[in-house]
């Protein structure tokens, strides 16, 4: 084995493994998008060949040695090389810790978990989901322990979302945010109502499906490689490589508001997948590095861009010439004031800009808390109920607007909720640093996103996962992240909404 | 080895085969159905991994031990065995015969030429597409002279669609056509014009895909299996097993009729594929034997069935529901008339029941002569439309409506056309048999395809691949195949509508 052999080796596994996941992906869309109803079981015999063939390929005894070879020699790699060594080393070590039998146990465990979940929540009825997601709470912990039994589990678990994170910094960030939010939707609570009726009425959806290309040309999202569907919950996936991204969106008849605003976070996605530098395609550092620096970007664009003052007096024409009868009554002030309406609600994909952080703290403190073992699964209900009535005032009326709203727990993501409050909070600071540079505003009521995406490109996108979220977002604020950026800017645009 | 544990290792190596090869019919539909534009390349580099793959596991040594042990011990086998067996092996010398990295640059090569293809079509332009079809068809060559050194190419070719098809077979085949069918378009030409302009007009997309889902309905097509997408060039196509099948249209806003009849006849391919015998699920004997009986399933459905008297009759007050203002003043016996309008036309998928088989003629000669050396690739253009002028006394205006319309060559489907006139034969006949013991007529006036598709499920479609295609033929037929039925057929027909 000499450097040169082994690095081609390295490309080859690397080939394959784009290949079954770009298989995999596909299979995921499509389901997602258009297979037939009665298909699952179908697909799931081809999943699962193929995730056993990516299990072996990424853990044969072959390719550990390779890795450990090259390791040893990484002071002779690029940067990329050693990069995608380590990666690809810890992934592994990890893995093999788990006893396969339970590897295997816990898959299982999560898919008879999201059925159940599924009917749990139709049902509004917690008992029947807390037994599975009393064993993933607690599989959770048994799995943290195994692969880093020097760590606390819950810090393990955050770290699966964004490396380096830990409860000590988490703790430390929400309470700058409660500090600062609580008071500010109490002012909000006391001001004048502002109205969002403008958004509602009937709104078909190929002038919808119109008026999301628009967005997304807006955006400068190349539509040569990234593709637009339809789904229950929106999201976006890269097939096979950064060259081929799709999202999706669902189309609300009576709601204006909420495919614009998914379409624009999706495409938030879809720009930081589509622009990792073109020569991390095919290897494992191609596309996003974080859950963190992913939702940075997507509601950078959502939020801080998409419903700014400027972005939606740009837009408005657009979507009247989308929706004419609906909207030739009402004015782009009208919109942009809907669109930023605070009220604190139930449902956390719902959720305005200002009270969304507290939706996540709550799951974020009742998962500390379980982990820790001072709460048990079965008081989770009571618990969620307790603090939606502390922070946001408002009464659970039944676990399906409760507990029960969020898919994550039954897909195993513990430890994924803080990354939504540190990705917009990470955002307003990226902004802030962008503005030394760009004009973001005359950006925004042009119309023109590519001096913003150029800044996003250099600073964030290009690196793929060449970098750890932390160092990828120091570098490009060059300084620590500083939440403070984020509560500065909720007070600020929402004092002048409110005139508080 | 013993024959239990082979059988077992027979039956893995069918279940990653069938995931391969749902990987690869899922991309290729994405690719065909929703992909952005600029992804070939992207999905390229996925399936040229998957098809090597699939070839190494096709061919290994471990495979072919397997196989040659399980055949030296046939006797033991069921008759589903036996059949895999020889199957596989015979898959298996061929394909080692072809260098490895010759097929693995033939699939590459078949990925440029889909998008090189679509590009020249909308240019017009068969210069762009002619470099790629000249590869296309010395590759071919090559590969039969590898497979079958001992057999004419154009034979091996015809062979890979209808297993035990000649030349010979196909001039006879062609000439008996030719002999009935030139007199009798000679003798419609003559004859009193019939009138097709209720089939012209404005036709939403959204109503003709609502007609599109009454029609895979009234055919008894199960639509938690089978999915319809939009495709520029209409086509079938199973994902894994029957279990998912996924059939295409193309919505032409101005014509009633060609997704009616690209939605029928893609519903015959689709309701051929899905009947296998659901042990067959999964293994090499799933789906059609073979592209002649497909296509004596789709035409079947679209012109024996589809475009009879009896089922417009019956289909008539549900396209008037589709399209109200449309249809208000036709009647059915306009709309069959319509739809049986015979006239020589440029485009073989939107020709009349009666020409069509000499479009397919010409396709077949100008294979056979290219592949037979008198004719040169690039001289295709010129020759093909002096055929039409002499077969159809139509002059071909540029390459799109000529030589560049059909997606077949660029897929490497050469010897594939054949199989359509053949199965519009096979069809004929089957028909004849078929009412010896269902009513037919008595059906199609009912909407009610339950009988029909029970005959052809009980004769066809429940082997899969278990028979040869002349042999499941034969013994659905109770005799040989006999073309004159096809002849009779349409004299009877064509004269009653002409009064000829």
Redo the contacts between chains.
């Keep these: 084995m000499n450097i040169t052999e082994s690095l081609e080796k390295l490309n080859d596994l690397q080939?394959?493994l784009?290949?079954?996941g770009?298989?995999?992906s596909?299979?995921y869309?499509?389901a997602a998008?258009?297979?037939?109803?009665?298909?699952a079981?179908?697909?799931a015999?081809?999943l699962?060949?193929?995730s056993e063939?990516t299990y072996k390929l990424s853990t044969s005894e072959e390719t550990v040695s390779l890795l450990e070879y090259l390791d040893e020699h990484r002071n002779e790699l690029s940067e990329k090389e050693t990069r995608t060594v380590y990666l690809a080393l810890k992934d592994i070590k990890e893995m093999k810790k788990i006893p396969m039998d339970e590897y295997i146990a816990y898959q299982e465990l999560l898919v008879e978990a999201d059925d159940v979940w599924h009917r749990a929540k139709e049902q509004s009825n917690f008992n029947l989901f807390c037994p599975l997601l009393e064993k993933i709470f607690a599989t959770n912990v048994k799995f943290a322990k195994y692969c880093a039994p020097d760590m606390e589990p819950y810090n393990y678990c955050l770290n699966k979302y964004e490396t380096g994170l830990t409860m000590e910094k988490c703790d430390e960030f929400f309470a700058t945010l409660k500090e600062r939010i609580v008071p500010l939707i109490k002012r909000i609570g006391n001001a004048e109502k502002t109205d969002d009726s403008c958004l509602f009425g009937q709104f078909d959806e190929?002038s919808q499906e119109k008026f999301s290309y628009e967005l997304m040309r807006t955006m400068g999202i190349?539509?040569?490689?990234?593709?637009l569907?339809t789904t229950e919950h929106p999201f976006t996936t890269s097939?096979?490589?950064h060259?081929?991204v799709r999202i999706t969106t669902n189309y609300d008849p009576s709601n204006l508001s909420y495919s614009m605003f998914s379409v624009i976070h999706e495409g938030g996605h879809a720009l930081y997948d589509m622009n990792s530098a073109d020569d991390l395609?095919?290897t494992l550092l191609d596309g996003g590095v974080s859950m963190g620096i992913h939702e940075s970007q997507s509601r950078f664009y959502e939020n801080l861009l998409g419903r700014s003052e400027e972005f939606i007096n740009y837009i408005f024409p657009k979507m009247q010439e989308c929706f004419p009868e609906q909207l030739k009554n009402v004015t782009a002030d009208e919109v942009y004031k809907a669109i930023n309406l605070v009220t604190p609600s139930l449902i956390r994909t719902e959720a305005d800009e200002v009270t969304y952080c507290l939706h996540v703290m709550i799951r974020y403190e009742l998962e500390k808390a379980v982990i820790g073992g001072t709460l048990a699964v079965k008081d989770l209900p009571s618990e969620w109920n307790r603090l939606y009535k502390e922070y946001l005032g408002v009464d659970v009326p039944d676990d399906k607007r409760g507990v029960l709203q969020d898919s994550h727990w039954s897909g195993g993501g513990i430890g994924y909720f803080p990354s939504y409050a540190l990705g917009s909070a990470y955002g307003a600071h990226l902004l802030a640093k962008m503005k030394e540079t760009v004009d973001v505003e005359k950006c925004l009521r042009e119309g023109n996103f590519a001096p913003i995406n150029e800044w996003n490109r250099e600073h964030i996108w290009k690196y793929g996962c060449l970098k750890e979220p932390a160092e990828l977002l120091e570098a490009a604020l060059g300084e620590k992240f500083d939440p403070t950026y984020y509560t500065d800017y909720l007070e600020k645009k929402y004092s002048r909404i409110y005139s508080l």
């Design positions: 080939a394959k784009s290949a079954y770009h298989a995999m596909i299979i869309y499509d998008t258009v297979a037939p109803r009665g298909t079981q179908n697909r015999r081809a699962s060949v193929l063939e190929a190349d539509l040569d490689h990234c593709g569907g097939i096979g490589s060259h081929d395609a095919y």
